[in-house]
């Protein structure tokens, strides 16, 4: 069985700051690994995904993540955070052999101006 | 393109009634799937569709019925409303694989069941 964790359910950092936004998951084989963020009353946006390559993904918006196998971590971050950047934050992975996404509890992140 | 559209945005139920929840995409993706999302669990698979015909069940499929009859509509039924399932509903379309797979939200309906 797959699964995600996402430790904090807040984070708040002031704007300017670096931002990071944990996440471990569990899966048997090599991981797909996504970053979806929420905004107030919308849909999931698609932040950026690890599939295969280069450790450092880097998505939307000024994010990038960074795979760690050894670690089973897919930690979210942005060098340096932006009031319109609070939203909600949603880690998933999947098996590549199967479509199916599980999701992490999700994390609130809130950018004090 | 409208992408994945949802219909209704929000709904109020009565306990037993039923309503179905409508899900739409007019980019011709093969799989498609429903989530409900509550808060501090995140979304969770409710059930799902790898083409026309083809469906199953997710993490937590009791009290939905679903059916695809077509590629572009991809219905979820609730036949007997509990307050348990008051939640978000988000459908999901899926394209590609590998590098190039992406997956695409629609805007969700939010459900109250009193």
């Known amino acids: 069985a797959q699964s995600v964790a996402q430790p904090e359910d807040q984070v708040n950092v002031a704007e300017g700051n670096p931002l990071t936004v944990k996440c471990t998951y569990s899966?048997?084989?090599?991981?797909?690994l996504f970053w979806y963020v929420q905004y107030p009353n919308r849909g999931l946006q698609f932040l950026l995904k690890y599939i295969t390559g280069d450790n450092l993904v880097k998505g939307s918006y000024g994010f990038e993540a960074e795979f760690n196998k050894s670690q089973t971590s897919f930690h979210l971050k942005k060098p340096s955070a932006l009031v319109s950047d609070s939203a909600l934050y949603f880690c998933?992975?999947?098996?590549?052999?199967?479509?199916?996404?599980?999701f992490g509890a999700g994390t609130t992140v809130t950018v004090r101006a | 393109n409208a992408g994945v559209t949802q219909t209704p945005k929000f709904q109020v139920l009565k306990t037993g009634q039923s309503m179905t929840l409508q899900c739409a995409q007019d980019?011709?993706?093969?799989?498609m799937s429903w989530y409900r999302q509550d808060p501090g669990m995140g979304l969770r698979l409710i059930h799902y569709s790898v083409g026309a015909g083809i469906t199953d069940q997710g993490e937590v499929p009791n009290g939905y019925n679903v059916s695809r009859s077509t590629t572009e509509d991809f219905p979820l039924r609730l036949l007997s409303a509990a307050p348990s399932q008051t939640s978000v509903y988000f459908c999901?379309?899926?394209?590609?694989?590998?590098?190039?797979?992406?997956?695409?939200f629609g805007p969700g309906t939010r459900l109250l069941v009193l």
């Open positions: 899966v048997s084989g090599n991981p797909y």
């Open positions: 998933a992975v999947r098996d590549p052999n199967d479509y199916k996404l599980s």
């Open positions: 999901a379309t899926h394209k590609g694989s590998g590098t190039q797979e992406t997956q695409y």
């Open positions: 980019m011709n993706h093969e799989y």
